[in-house]
């Protein structure tokens, strides 16, 4: 199988994981950057990420138009894809989700920081997206590439970026660390809360150790992880 097969793949089966592993429900997706096209990305076309197949993948340019749509719905919230890979040469996937442990620290504004080591490629801090700053009531969906740029300017250099009243965006060098990120996303969510209802000397990873953790969390690292979700989810699992 060719580079690209194996990837998009590996994006049917992204979807599974996050469907199992709770990042996504019926909402949310997940896109990579075309391995040899760095002006087209490949996305699912609307439709519940668990019952994603390889027929579901379209393929997009970075202004979140179709190469051939196939006569189907597609996703409303493609800026959220190609503003980041607009912005971010170094960026070769993308999530978006609503995950429910996210959500408090979009809205009080209460700063989210990683709890251990396996969180810290959430970076070292995560910064908050307000979509109404910029462009008043909507009905909060990203649905234009002005808003999609708006926010890949709030994501900045960073790995994550939560959405007030909606969600997050996760980016990463390659589509297994993505996943990885985001569903660690969801758990430091979980974890800060407990911790924060248990202590008000709560004592987060530090900028270094964030750093040093992102040094050493290898391909190999993620390909644990990964391997796991395959199997959890049904999935078969191919290094
Ligand atoms: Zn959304």
Redesign the pocket.
Same mark, same amino acid.
């Given at each position: 199988m060719s580079k690209l097969d194996n990837l998009l793949n590996d994006l049917v089966i992204a979807n599974r994981i996050l469907a199992n592993e709770d990042v996504v429900d019926a909402? @949310?997706h997940v896109s990579v950057r075309h391995p040899d096209r760095a002006d087209r990305f490949f996305l699912a076309r609307s439709l519940a990420p668990e019952f994603i197949t390889r027929d579901d993948i379209i393929e997009f340019n970075l202004e979140c138009e179709p190469i051939d749509a196939k006569g189907k719905q597609l996703y409303t919230?493609r800026p959220?894809h190609g503003g980041a890979y607009q912005a971010r040469p170094d960026v070769m996937s993308v999530i &978006?989700? &609503?995950s429910p442990g996210v959500i408090p620290y979009g809205i009080t504004g209460h700063k989210m920081k990683p709890v251990m080591h396996m969180c810290a490629t959430i970076g070292h801090e995560v910064p908050i997206w307000d979509q109404h700053q910029k462009f008043g009531d909507t009905d %909060? %969906?990203?649905r234009t590439m002005a808003q999609g740029h708006d926010l890949a300017k709030k994501l900045g250099k960073g790995g994550t970026c939560l959405?007030r009243g &909606? @969600?997050c965006v996760v980016v990463g060098p390659y589509l297994r660390r993505t996943v990885y990120t985001a569903v660690y996303l969801e758990l430091n969510a979980k974890l800060q809360m407990q911790a924060e209802a248990m202590s008000k000397k709560v004592r987060f990873l530090t900028k270094g150790e964030v750093t040093e953790v992102a040094k050493t969390t290898s391909p190999a690292n993620v390909n644990r992880a990964w391997e796991n979700w395959c199997r959890k989810a049904d999935r078969p699992y191919k290094e």
């Open positions: 909402y @949310g919230e959220i &978006h989700n &609503h %909060l %969906l990203v959405m &909606h @969600g």
